[in-house]
């Protein structure tokens, strides 16, 4: 039995719906019942576009994707699932795909033509004329296709998705066929769209309905940051560090400016009624009265950390809270996520989360300790004394101005680390063993 490749089939359809033309070997004949994402098929390359990825928990089944690339921040929420895989390349697209939730997504950036209209409705009406054209021509049917609005919000307006159905040709029967596709987009950095787009692989009509809103969900969260539209040269990598007009921040959070307002105004988004941020509300009040960690340290910690990332001045778009590592050795620092590798590693690390949170540092002899033993990571920054702390730059959220400030007290080393001038937020708290 023939059906397309499904991977290279999303790449027809993001090639189709930015109006350029479709490889002829774009679709291909192979057979595939189930949904394996084979490594090998996944693009590759230098992550020019998305310096890193994390997700952060909307609600009980969704997760928050937020990317940070040199065309600037997406947010979108994806449902919740262990098996998300992701990757960028240097032709600036982002992918990711779930066996568990059928879904796969990609983000491609397109500059528009000059007096193309980029409205919402105007431009997904556009697309979807092309990608019924392309589809065609390769003889599969397009047996769906409308323009709905599927959020209405009053500060961005309307927001509208692309929907549409795509089967094999009458008479054949092909697998994973029908499938759903669903397009968004939002301008972007330099009046770049940012175009999203998921397909969906449902086996059954009330799962075809859950996909779909799950899909709309997905295009309720969409955001992008968003620039001068009328800029002529595109943004330098460096020139992101800098915030910038649309970029959502937390007031008062500054690296540049950091002090005990700093600490204040990280201590204000916060909802330290709660359990889960209670703990790094006083960690933040314990930090203000630590000292710093001398430059002269060499060692490697693991501790829990609570990271926040921004929706407005005072509003969180969605926070998580994971183990980092803390890496201080011969004048050189770092600070990053500990991602576990498999179910069963994340699970050890919720056991070790319980452990720090009652003020134990994880073991030597454990599983974590021993990897963190032999870590060399890639990159560290150059050690400094800054407003009290021992400080260095940190690229772990994929901004090259956010920065680390670490102290210390009898009993645990703090870590307070600021994003793109409060774009994002970290707490962290390493017990001492």
């Not at 409205?119 to 556009?126: D, H, N, P, T």
């Not at 961005?156 to 994973?176: S, V």
């Not at 994929?398 to 970290?426: Q, Y």
Request: net charge neutral; charged share 20%.
């Amino acid at each position: 039995m023939q059906t397309p490749s499904r991977i290279l089939f999303a790449a027809l359809l993001s090639s189709l719906a930015l109006g350029c033309a479709a490889n002829s070997t774009a679709v291909v004949a192979t057979a595939a019942d189930d949904l394996a994402m084979p490594d090998a098929a996944m693009p590759s390359g230098a992550m020019k576009f998305c310096e890193t990825q994390r997700d952060i928990p909307v609600g009980n089944d969704h997760r928050m994707f937020f990317v940070r690339g040199f065309r600037g921040v997406f947010v979108v929420a994806l449902p919740e699932a262990t098996d998300w895989k992701f990757q960028c390349d240097d032709s600036e697209l982002f992918w990711a795909f779930s066996k568990s939730a059928r879904i796969q997504a990609t983000m491609q950036l397109h500059r528009p033509r000059p007096g193309e209209d980029v409205s919402q409705e105007a431009y997904l009406s556009a697309m979807a004329s092309r990608i019924r054209n392309g589809m065609e021509s390769k003889g599969l049917r397009v047996t769906n296709s409308a323009v709905t609005m599927v959020d209405r919000d009053e500060k961005r307006g309307d927001q509208f998705g692309l929907e549409m159905t795509f089967d094999g040709p009458e008479g054949k029967k092909w697998n994973l066929f029908p499938q759903d596709a669903f397009f968004a987009t939002r301008t972007g950095l330099d009046g770049m769209q940012f175009d999203l787009h998921l397909t969906t692989y449902f086996r059954s009509a009330s799962e075809q309905a859950a996909l779909r809103a799950q899909a709309h969900m997905a295009f309720a969260s969409f955001m992008v940051s968003t620039t001068n539209p009328s800029a002529k040269k595109p943004s330098a990598v460096s020139d992101l560090t800098a915030p910038r007009e649309g970029t959502p921040a937390f007031a008062g959070v500054s690296a540049t400016n950091f002090s005990d307002k700093t600490l204040a105004a990280m201590k204000a988004v916060l909802d330290c009624k709660s359990d889960a941020q209670a703990r790094y509300c006083a960690a933040l009040d314990r930090f203000s009265a630590a000292k710093a960690l001398s430059a002269n340290s060499s060692d490697v910690w693991a501790g829990s950390t609570l990271v926040v990332f921004a929706a407005g001045p005072s509003k969180v778009a969605g926070l998580d809270e994971g183990i980092h590592d803390l890496y201080v050795k011969q004048g050189k620092g770092s600070f990053k996520w500990i991602t576990p590798s498999n179910e069963s590693e994340a699970a050890d690390m919720k056991k070790l989360i319980t452990e720090m949170h009652a003020g134990r540092a994880p073991s030597p002899s454990s599983g974590l300790m021993k990897y963190l033993a032999t870590l060399s990571p890639q990159e560290t920054h150059a050690l400094e004394q800054q407003a009290g702390s021992l400080s260095f730059v940190s690229e772990d959220m994929g901004a090259t101005s956010a920065r680390a400030f670490v102290r210390e007290n009898d009993k645990e080393l703090l870590v307070v680390e600021i994003a793109a001038e409060g774009l994002a937020m970290k707490i962290g708290i390493f017990p001492k063993r």
